[in-house]
């Protein structure tokens, strides 16, 4: 949990990807859903939200998505870019 935000980080081989956890339809753990391809299916109704770009696709008609994070490796370790954004609401929730 990063700004309190819960973020999936995806193990694609080649590269990592991040999303929020949540998924747009009821709010089920990304992370625990199954990869395919670019991919991932929500582990509580199947719904199917692409990775790189956080669009749902399947159901096709829903026009959802989740927000998507850019990742790069630094010395072996995974970072993931949030917007400051998320770090200013936080603030402002504490002050
Ligand atoms: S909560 Fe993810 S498909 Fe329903």
């Known amino acids: ?5 819960e973020i999936a980080l995806f193990n694609l ?4 990807l991040a999303t929020d956890n949540r998924c ?6 990304l ?3 199954i990869v395919a391809g670019d991919s991932v299916v929500c582990p509580l109704h199947g719904w ?3 990775l ?5 696709e399947g159901p096709a008609s829903s026009g959802a998505c989740v927000a998507t994070y850019p990742t790069r490796i630094e010395d072996g370790i995974v ?3 949030l917007p400051v954004s ?5 603030e402002r929730e504490v002050a």
């Open 1 to 5: 949990m990063l700004a309190r935000r």
């Open 86 to 90: 998320l770090f200013e609401a936080r």
């Open 13 to 16: 081989g080649d590269r990592f």
């Open 48 to 50: 199917k939200v692409r």
């Open 52 to 56: 790189d770009s956080g669009m749902v």
């Open 24 to 29: 747009p339809h009821k709010g089920g753990p």
């Open 31 to 33: 992370c625990d859903g």
């Open 79 to 81: 970072c993931v870019e």
